[in-house]
């Protein structure tokens, strides 16, 4: 279901910034859990960080750890994936999704996420 808004995509060189945002409707409507996927070229999607809003705790996979972070608003509705150091491995249509989660932990370990956006694309060029 179609409820959330990604925007920031973009072409940059490797090693260049671009800021993501996801609008969501906010923790009653669409969880506290949001999480930012993305898929390659050719490839599967694939995690790439989440957030569980209730206290802002943060989970980031492997290949962005220490260049991307994810942020929220204060309103809690918006949330931010800031990349830095991008690489053209980091090139794909990235996604955020939401769902309720218990805890952080659940939130981080996969599951299905009901709310989708429609992606926003991220291009880096070497």
């Known amino acids: 279901q179609v409820q959330l808004a990604e925007s920031g995509g973009g072409s940059v060189q490797s090693g260049g910034s671009l800021r993501l945002a996801c609008a969501t409707r906010?923790?009653?409507?669409?969880?506290?859990?949001v999480a930012w996927f993305r898929q390659p070229p050719g490839k599967e999607r694939e995690g790439v960080a989440a957030?569980?809003?209730?206290?802002?705790?943060?989970y980031y996979e492997n290949p962005v750890k220490g260049r991307f972070t994810v942020s929220q608003d204060n309103a809690k509705t918006t949330v931010y994936l800031q990349m830095n150091d991008l690489k053209p491995e980091d090139t794909g249509l990235y996604y955020c999704?939401?769902?309720?989660?218990?805890?952080?932990?659940?939130?981080?370990?996969?599951?299905?996420?009901?709310?989708w956006g429609q992606g926003t694309q991220v291009t880096v060029s070497s």
């Open positions: 906010g923790t009653a409507d669409n969880g506290n859990c």
């Open positions: 999704a939401a769902r309720w989660a218990r805890s952080p932990h659940s939130c981080y370990s996969g599951g299905v996420f009901d709310y």
């Open positions: 957030l569980w809003t209730e206290r802002g705790l943060t």
